[in-house]
């Protein structure tokens, strides 16, 4: 290394007056750009000390700066397309909210809002108003109310039912959901003290009844939303745990989890317990995840008879778990869709997912085949390939939903092409299978469709 070299590196101040010279691209500010040119000529000099090759030219050393500024204005959360075939795909974002609840989020976002006011008084008001006549009529329970996602209603419940009192729990049920939610964990938090009994395959009601001492606070139960136990297997009926609960007076809790609203079987799908389910079964508290198969925003919802929802309510925990306003909007108006018992399977995206049948999505697949063939290659494989589509997010876990996927097989490979993919803006997630990208049209909205084209016809150009 000479000092010639590191006399050469242009000086911070240069660097910064030719960038903003540059009209052509994006306008940076100033500070930024300083810091960002000051990281580059520091790096350069660092490695020129280490004798490592450096391209010193004013130019090279411009396209460094540029690009260190942008990728700090560069949204990371952005827009995606999912055709991985994971309908609630939770790195994804979950459930695509329904046109109605972008709509409802997009009026309240823009300026002030009706979020904590009574509009005929003009006093004060709740924000749990938006959510609570709805979550009665929909549910059939005397009270609900909605907080930040369901572990925190799960959090929230026991903390605010059952505190410091013993909480009796399958051991079949301690289910751990991705992204670290552990009952047993969550249950430790609460204040309340897990009391678990029978196997992990069986547990009968007598498991439950010999436990309950006048300690007990509250007989739980956990949906196992995301596994499935098939053979040697018994578990307690929430109607069952009800009965045993009213004769020794102690309130049942069900975690429903992923929360439909609907009864999947109507469009031949395998049953999940509905929330309505769980009130008519008579349990005393419910709880549910709002963007799992409700469809809906990130949300945890709790219902149930109205002295354990006031208790709730006037937990201190249930202010550091609200729900935002967004969400308020986004949940209120996917609510409104299960106001007329057929509009959700139509206007809400995974229900609509969920239900489609194979036909149709052999149709798309084709329709989709036909436009992607006339714009990438000849060389490029492109074929219509049926496949099994997942519910994920935690729900349905043995479901397998018949769909249909574009194959794509391009001279770059799989991988490569997966991550041009990805690298397009909006990103389109794919899989691999079998040495090829496959596009599942299962969980592409419908104005994904041009998004995915264009991304192939870029990844082909590359
Ligand atoms: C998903 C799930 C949770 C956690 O819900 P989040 O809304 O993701 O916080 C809790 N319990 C059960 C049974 C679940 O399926």
């Known amino acids: 290394m000479s000092t010639a070299e590191l006399h050469r590196l242009p000086s911070v101040e240069r660097l910064v007056q030719r960038v903003e ?156 959901i991705g992204g670290s939610f552990r009952l047993p964990d969550v249950m430790a938090q609460s204040g309340a003290r897990l009391v678990e009994v029978g196997t992990t395959n069986r547990t009968y009601l007598s498991d439950y009844e010999r436990a309950i001492t006048p300690a007990t606070g509250l007989l739980l139960k956990v949906h196992r939303s995301n596994f499935a136990m098939e053979g040697f297997v018994r578990e307690v009926s929430a109607a069952e745990l009800v009965e045993l609960g009213q004769r020794r007076g102690v309130p049942v809790m069900y975690d429903v989890g992923s929360g439909a609203f609907v009864d999947l079987r109507a469009r031949g799908l395998p049953y999940e317990p509905t929330v309505q389910d769980a009130v008519r079964a008579g349990c005393e508290i419910v709880t549910c995840s709002g963007d799992k198969l409700l469809g809906g925003p990130q949300a945890g919802i709790i219902v149930g008879r109205a002295t354990w929802i006031q208790r709730v309510h006037s937990h201190p925990l249930a202010r550091a778990v609200r729900m935002d306003k967004l969400d308020y909007a986004a949940l209120a108006a996917t609510l409104q869709h299960y106001l007329d018992p057929e509009e959700p399977w139509e206007s809400l995206p995974v229900l609509r997912m969920l239900a489609a049948s ?60 997966d991550g041009l993919l990805r690298a397009h803006r909006p990103p389109v997630f794919s899989r691999i299978s079998d040495d090829a990208v496959l596009l599942d049209v299962r969980t592409l909205l419908p104005e994904d469709e041009p998004i995915v084209l264009e991304a192939l016809k870029h990844a082909s150009s590359v």
Request: aromatic share 2%; with cysteine.
């Open 21 to 176: 010279e540059d009209l052509g691209g994006t306008r940076f500010p100033r500070p930024l750009l300083v810091e960002c040119a000051r990281a580059v000529v520091e790096g350069a000099r660092a490695r020129l000390l280490q004798n490592v090759p450096v391209d010193t030219s004013l130019e090279s050393l411009l396209v460094e700066v540029r690009a260190l500024a942008a990728r700090w204005l560069a949204p990371t959360l952005t827009r995606a397309v999912n055709a991985t075939g994971v309908i609630l795909h939770t790195n994804l974002g979950r459930a695509p909210l329904s046109v109605r609840a972008q709509h409802a989020v997009a009026e309240v976002m823009a300026g002030y809002s009706t979020l904590e006011v009574d509009l005929q008084t003009g006093a004060r008001g709740s924000r749990y108003q938006h959510v609570e006549s709805l979550l009665e009529k929909l549910t059939g329970a005397e009270a609900g109310l909605a907080v930040n996602n369901n572990a925190a209603a799960v959090l929230l419940a026991l903390a605010a039912v059952a505190p410091g009192k013993e909480v009796i729990v399958s051991r079949g049920e301690l289910v751990e």
């Open 358 to 417: 194979a036909e149709d999505l052999e149709a798309l697949a084709m329709r989709l085949r036909q436009a992607v063939v006339v714009s990438v290659p000849r060389t490029w494989q492109i074929e219509v390939r049926s496949t099994i589509a997942e519910v994920g997010g935690g729900s349905l876990p043995s479901a397998r939903l018949p769909s249909y996927a574009i194959s794509v097989r391009s001279p770059q490979g799989p991988d490569a092409l």
